[in-house]
Structures are given as C-alpha cells and as structure tokens.
C-alpha cells in the first residue's frame, strides 16, 4: 500500500516506460509513411478512431471500477478481522482462567494471522507482480512473506509439536483455527468455561474462518480473463489506429499557420498520439495493479503491518512490555 500523499509523475513514467518506447515506433511509421512517402491512403477518418476511444474509455473504466471493489473488498475483510482479533484477546483474558492456556490461544492466533498472510502472498498464473515493469519497481521495497520463511515466523508463536504438525498441512491457517477450537471443547469438557463462554468464543472462531474464505476467494478467483483480454485488445487497437486517425487533422492545420511548421505540421501526431495513447495504456496498467490485492505488488493490503498491529493490541492485554515495533512505510511502501 502507498501511504505517502501520491505517487511522483517520475514514478508513473519509469513504471510505464516500456509503454512508451513502443508508443513511440508505432506513432511515428504512419507519420513517415504519409508525410516523407507520400503514402497518404493510410490515413483514416477521425470518427472511426473516435468511437473506438470512446468504447476504449468504457470498458478502461468498467475495468479500473471493478478491481478497486476487488480491493477495497480485501482491506475490509481484513479490518474486520482486526475487529474480530480484539474480540478474540478480550475473551482469552476475561474467560479463559488459566493464564498459560490463555497466552496459547492468543499466540496461535498470531500464528494463524502469519500463516494466512503467508498463503495469501502464493503466486497464482494470472497475477502481474512478475511483469517486468512490477518486478522492476519492486527494488522501492520488500515483501516481509518473500523475506523469511514461513517456518521461522511460526517458530516464535508455536511450540515445535504443534509447528511440525501446522507445516504438514496444505492450508495451515485452517489446521491452526481448527486447533483453537480443539483447545476450547477441552476445557468446555474440563468445565473450566460453561457453555455460554464456549458458544461465544466459537462465534469468533467462525469469524475468522469466514474471513478466511472470503480472503481465500479474492485469491483463487481472478478478474474474468474475458473482460481482462477485451480490455487489452481494445486499448491496443486503440493506441495502434490512433496516430492515423490524427493524420488528416493535424494535416489541416497546414492552412492555418505561418512559419517553419508550415507544411510539417504533421509530425505533431507522434507527440499527440503518443500523449493520448500513454492515458489509456496507464490507466489499464493500474487497473491492473489493482486486480490482485495479495499478490505483493506495491499496491497490496498491508496485511503484515495490520497483522504487526494486532499482535502489539493483543500482546499488551496479556500484560507485555517486550512488544515487537509497529511495521513503517519503506519509500512509502507498506506491506
């Protein structure tokens, strides 16, 4: 996630670069052909490009629209699983009254926490973090589940037992919420917590598998690839028929000036088709960083800095004072 006011022009045209140097060729081969060969039957009406831009811009803006519920949707399931954390540590304290099985059930819930930020970050094909302009721009910070392995960040929550059994599992945020609830229905069999108690912490319980799930399908369920490719295909069509679109305008503005760019007034489609081209290819390239809010680009939801932060809220009801530091922004990049 961004956490600074914006993002820098410099920033967005290193990103986009390679858009534009392909921009570039394809704005000036019509420009050359029509105005040093003479080829000026390439050219094409106006209104055609027109109504292509104006569909372009339709389904551009359908696209961007639909990736940013996709990731607002992320950070409210993860704000409420913040919500749901608190709710958690107060009833560990207030119900539980063995202070050791009190303390197991909190610090599972921050293994619980690492493991499904871990199993988020997983790679899935239709992710774009691996582009080379994301990978390039990943130099400007780090993602904390790339940087250490999974096992060391369990080691500090869990005892070796458990741990070993948690690793031998395919989806281990659930094995650690179904050993929560284990943990529960022995003490409610001990009589240590009446039913009440039980049914209550339950509920909690089930709310962080719901929140899970719906994590889980933000994850596994890409935005449709139909509207994805259409969006592409249209945009590329778009920036390849605009600069001949241009030609014909620009070349009527010959009659209209006087001076060295009499005649010549052509050659302005390159930096106009350019220009016009780069908006629309831009704003496809954010939709698209937008698409996958777990999949550790720059714009993800900080699930290690919320994670960092229940972890202190909980860790301070339990009465410690050693408490790891809140997780800051890396050139404004917070993961």
């Known amino acids: 996630?961004?956490?600074?006011?914006?993002?820098?022009?410099?920033?967005?045209?290193?990103?986009?670069?390679?858009?534009?140097?392909?921009?570039?060729?394809?704005?000036?081969?019509p420009v050359v052909l029509f105005e040093e060969l003479h080829v000026h039957w390439i050219a094409i009406p106006w209104t055609v490009v027109a109504l292509l831009g104006t569909a372009t811009a339709f389904i551009v803006g359908f696209k961007n629209t639909q990736t940013y519920s996709r990731t607002w949707e992320?950070?409210?399931?993860?704000?409420?699983?913040?919500?749901?954390?608190?709710?958690?540590?107060?009833?560990?304290?207030?119900?539980i009254p063995d202070r050791e099985v009190e303390k197991e059930l909190i610090y599972r819930h921050f293994a619980?926490?690492?493991?499904?930020?871990?199993q988020l970050r997983d790679s899935r094909t239709w992710e774009t973090v691996t582009k080379s302009y994301n990978r390039e721009y990943k130099r400007f910070y780090k993602v904390p589940e790339h940087e250490t392995p999974l096992e060391t960040e369990l080691a500090k929550f869990m005892n070796e037992s458990e741990m070993v059994f948690i690793l031998s599992k395919k989806n281990r945020a659930t094995q650690l919420l179904a050993l929560q609830a284990e943990t529960l229905r022995r003490m409610f069999d001990a009589k240590?917590?009446?039913?009440?108690?039980?049914?209550?912490?339950q509920r909690v319980l089930n709310e962080f598998f719901e929140h899970?799930?719906?994590?889980?399908?933000?994850?596994?369920?890409p935005y449709p690839r139909q509207f994805a490719s259409i969006n592409t295909f249209f945009i590329r069509l778009f920036c390849f028929l605009l600069p001949f679109g241009m030609l014909l305008e620009f070349e009527k503005l010959n009659d209209l000036i006087e001076g060295p760019m009499k005649g010549h007034m052509v050659w302005l489609v390159l930096p106009f088709s350019v220009l016009i081209s780069w908006v629309y290819?831009?704003?496809?390239?954010?939709?698209?960083?937008?698409?996958?809010?777990?999949?550790?680009?720059?714009?993800?939801?900080?699930?290690?800095?919320?994670?960092?932060?229940?972890?202190?809220?909980?860790?301070?009801?339990?009465?410690?004072?050693?408490?790891?530091?809140?997780?800051?922004?890396v050139n404004n990049i917070v993961l």
């Open 281 to 329: 290819t831009t704003l496809e390239q954010v939709g698209e960083s937008t698409e996958n809010p777990f999949e550790g680009s720059a714009n993800d939801i900080p699930m290690h800095q919320i994670s960092r932060a229940i972890e202190i809220d909980l860790r301070e009801m339990l009465g410690e004072t050693d408490l790891p530091p809140a997780v800051t922004p």
């Open 1 to 29: 996630m961004h956490s600074g006011k914006s993002y820098r022009l410099k920033e967005f045209l290193i990103w986009t670069r390679r858009n534009v140097y392909w921009l570039i060729v394809i704005g000036i081969m």
């Open 212 to 221: 899970q799930g719906k994590s889980e399908r933000i994850k596994n369920f």
């Open 112 to 118: 619980w926490l690492t493991a499904l930020r871990y």
């Open 74 to 95: 992320a950070r409210q399931i993860w704000g409420a699983i913040v919500n749901s954390s608190r709710a958690w540590g107060t009833m560990a304290r207030n119900v």
């Open 192 to 201: 240590q917590i009446d039913s009440y108690q039980y049914m209550e912490m």
